[in-house]
T-cell receptor
Framework: RKEVEQDPGPFNVPEGATVAFNCTYSNSASQSFFWYRQDCRKEPKLLMSVYSSGNEDGRFTAQLNRASQYISLLIRDSKLSDSATYLCVVSGEELTFGTGTRLTIIP | DTEVTQTPKHLVMGMTNKKSLKCEQHMGHRAMYWYKQKAKKPPELMFVYSYEKLSINESVPSRFSPECPNSSLLNLHLHALQPEDSALYLC?????????????FGPGTRLTVL
């Protein structure tokens, strides 16, 4: 079983829609959780950290469920510029990356 | 300055060449990392430097040799690479020595080995 699993997609979503991704992790001792986005042929960029209480940044909401060992990302009112690969990242002794979910927003 | 810079942006080298990748950050971060990323795959950790000392080597072949001359600089020396080493090489840094901190990535060096 992979340490961090994501649905690779692709998710093709119309502009303005709401889209949600989930990510599961296997190491219950994991301490920190992040969502990164990566545009084609670019470096990963931190989108948001994920806190136990959940957190929101504009159109983006991240949730952590330690009991079920998953994190989620919700994007509301999606924009064309949201098209990217979204990487779930879990930190224990190292950062472990999920395989990424490819999102394409369709005009 | 919240930027990690990497040079060169692109590199093409033969299997007998020796080249170096460079990474620099001026955020006062104490940990720096090298990752390798193949197309459509997530980054794979290669090395971690913490307070200028190598703390993690993920069983990387010796044809890759990291160096941390000071707290702001990280190099990756390349020698006798194979075509399968062609990839995007990403440098990252984080504030603390612990890897639990969020990491900031440079733009990467796209390496092609002929």
């Amino acid at each position: 079983r992979k340490e961090v699993e994501q649905d690779p997609g692709p998710f093709n979503v119309p502009e303005g829609a709401t889209v949600a991704f989930n990510c599961t992790y296997s190491n219950s001792a994991s301490q920190s959780f992040f969502w990164y986005r990566q545009d084609c042929r670019k470096e990963p960029k931190l989108l948001m950290s994920v806190y136990s209480s959940g957190n929101e940044d504009g159109r983006f909401t991240a949730q952590l469920n330690r009991a079920s060992q998953y994190i989620s990302l919700l994007i509301r009112d999606s924009k064309l510029s949201d098209s990217a690969t979204y990487l779930c990242v879990v930190s224990g002794e190292e950062l472990t990356f999920g395989t990424g979910t490819r999102l394409t927003i369709i005009p | 300055d919240t930027e990690v810079t990497q040079t060169p942006k692109h590199l093409v080298m033969g299997m007998t060449n020796k080249k170096s990748l460079k990474c620099e950050q001026h955020m006062g971060h104490r940990a720096m990392y090298w990752y390798k990323q193949k197309a459509k795959k997530p980054p794979e950790l290669m090395f971690v430097y913490s307070y200028e000392k190598l703390s993690i080597n993920e069983s990387v072949p010796s044809r890759f040799s990291p160096e941390c001359p000071n707290s702001s600089l990280l190099n990756l020396h390349l020698h006798a690479l194979q075509p399968e080493d062609s990839a995007l090489y990403l440098c990252a840094s984080s504030q603390g020595a612990g890897v639990v901190d969020e990491q900031f990535f440079g733009p990467g060096t796209r390496l092609t080995v002929l």
